[in-house]
């Protein structure tokens, strides 16, 4: 498999993808609008670097670089849950569990903010 790269917009923190909410009276946990915009986007970013719809299989090594907006504090495991889920969902790959190795680190400032994800297939 030749690497993919993807390049996707700043993602909602993991403490603003998800929304807590009573439906017919049920508690119920559901994709915060944030969530799902970001979702959407990641998609159509995926479908420009011809990675929509891949559904890799097998054992994956995945890079990732966040280029956050600003200079203030984040914690960096918090870029991963909305970013992971939204692959998963675009058809990358058919689950985030196929990953062994997810390397996470940051990169320059940069206006908006960014991911660049490069995904490897890793030998079994």
């Not at 049920?26 to 995926?46: D, I």
């Amino acid at each position: 498999m030749n690497d993919i790269t993807i390049e996707l917009p700043w993602p909602p923190s993991t403490n603003r993808i998800w929304r807590n909410v009573v439906v017919r009276g049920r508690p119920q946990t559901l994709l915060s609008v944030e969530g799902r915009q970001f979702r959407t986007l990641a998609a159509q970013h995926c479908l420009i670097a011809r990675a929509a719809g891949k559904n890799l299989a097998g054992r994956l090594d995945v890079s990732l670089v966040a280029m956050p907006p600003d200079r203030r504090a984040r914690d960096l495991d918090n870029v991963l849950k909305a970013t992971l889920d939204a692959l998963t969902h675009a058809g990358v790959w058919l689950d985030d569990s196929q990953i062994d190795r997810l390397t996470v680190s940051r990169g320059e400032i940069t206006k908006g903010g960014r991911l660049v994800v490069t995904i490897k297939g890793s030998a079994e």
